[in-house]
């Protein structure tokens, strides 16, 4: 059963963790601990127990609105020269592809210098109760020579999310994009449309599709974020 037991948590790991799920970790590991012990727990064969849990599991995040792609993480390339120091300030979330985490409308993600290299990131959201979801946590490049080439943690004790800017001249756009290889198998994509104002123009926004699609990034179900004034004035003044 410790066999079973092992090779369960390693197969959560991959297809949960790997994907970023912005949760704590401590209740990922309540999950993780009571689903393991009742696969292992049952007696029909461990094994073909387990490959039919990795397939559940990433059914279960299909099934939540998690955009999984078959085969490994396209390489787009990234903003040529990135400079951070520009980046900082308030955004306002335009379109997505679905993610698990994301529940909300009125999204913004405000960037700040917290040391040198590390960018401090606040990300809110106005839920369907009208309560504002907020999310703090910081980014910074794996490697200097690719600054544009961002690693996101929320959780200390969860792997850092790819932030990619592929595309941004500050002042008005920004177009990320994201990306977890699951199992060796499938991909999980994560992909946002970015504006320093509330709206895009139609022309702009299919000039920023084009980013996507031209690195084989299909956005064919990404989601319009509600920016609207009258949903977003119950965000606080703050947010």
């Given at each position: 059963?410790?066999?079973?037991?092992?090779?369960?948590?390693i197969?959560?790991?991959?297809?949960?963790?790997?994907?970023?799920?912005?949760?704590?970790?401590?209740?990922?590991?309540?999950?993780?601990?009571?689903?393991?012990?009742?696969?292992?727990?049952?007696?029909?064969?461990?094994?073909?127990?387990l490959?039919v849990?990795?397939?559940?599991?990433?059914?279960?995040?299909?099934?939540?609105?998690?955009?999984?792609?078959p085969?490994?993480?396209?390489?787009?390339?990234?903003?040529?020269?990135?400079?951070a120091?520009?980046?900082?300030g308030?955004?306002?979330?335009?379109?997505k592809?679905?993610?698990?985490?994301?529940?909300?409308?009125?999204?913004?993600?405000?960037?700040?210098?917290?040391?040198?290299?590390?960018?401090?990131?606040?990300?809110?959201?106005?839920?369907?109760?009208?309560?504002?979801?907020?999310?703090?946590?910081?980014?910074?490049?794996?490697?200097?020579?690719?600054?544009?080439?961002?690693?996101?943690?929320?959780?200390?004790?969860?792997?850092p999310?790819?932030?990619?800017?592929l595309?941004t001249?500050?002042?008005?756009?920004?177009?990320?994009?994201?990306?977890?290889?699951?199992?060796?198998t499938?991909?999980?994509?994560?992909?946002?449309?970015?504006?320093?104002?509330?709206?895009?123009?139609?022309?702009?926004l299919?000039e920023?599709?084009?980013?996507?699609?031209?690195?084989?990034?299909?956005?064919?179900?990404?989601?319009?974020?509600?920016?609207?004034?009258?949903?977003?004035?119950d965000?606080?003044?703050?947010a």
């Amino acid at each position: 059963m410790l066999f079973c037991f092992l090779n369960c948590l390693i197969l959560i790991h991959h297809c949960i963790l790997e994907v970023n799920l912005h949760c704590p970790p401590t209740e990922l590991v309540k999950m993780s601990l009571l689903f393991c012990v009742c696969v292992c727990s049952y007696p029909g064969p461990k094994m073909q127990t387990l490959h039919v849990l990795s397939l559940t599991l990433l059914s279960i995040l299909a099934a939540n609105a998690q955009t999984l792609r078959p085969g490994k993480c396209p390489q787009p390339p990234v903003q040529a020269n990135f400079d951070a120091a520009r980046y900082l300030g308030k955004w306002y979330e335009i379109k997505k592809l679905p993610a698990v985490f994301q529940k909300g409308e009125c999204t913004t993600a405000t960037y700040s210098l917290e040391s040198p290299g590390v960018v401090g990131v606040l990300n809110r959201e106005l839920l369907a109760d009208n309560t504002v979801s907020a999310i703090t946590g910081y980014a910074k490049a794996k490697d200097p020579s690719e600054p544009a080439k961002l690693e996101v943690t929320f959780f200390e004790d969860s792997p850092p999310g790819n932030y990619w800017v592929l595309s941004t001249d500050y002042e008005g756009h920004s177009v990320v994009y994201g990306c977890t290889d699951i199992l060796g198998t499938f991909h999980a994509d994560f992909a946002w449309i970015l504006s320093r104002e509330s709206t895009l123009s139609e022309e702009k926004l299919e000039e920023l599709y084009h980013v996507f699609t031209s690195n084989g990034i299909d956005i064919d179900v990404m989601t319009v974020t509600n920016q609207s004034p009258e949903l977003c004035a119950d965000m606080p003044l703050w947010a």
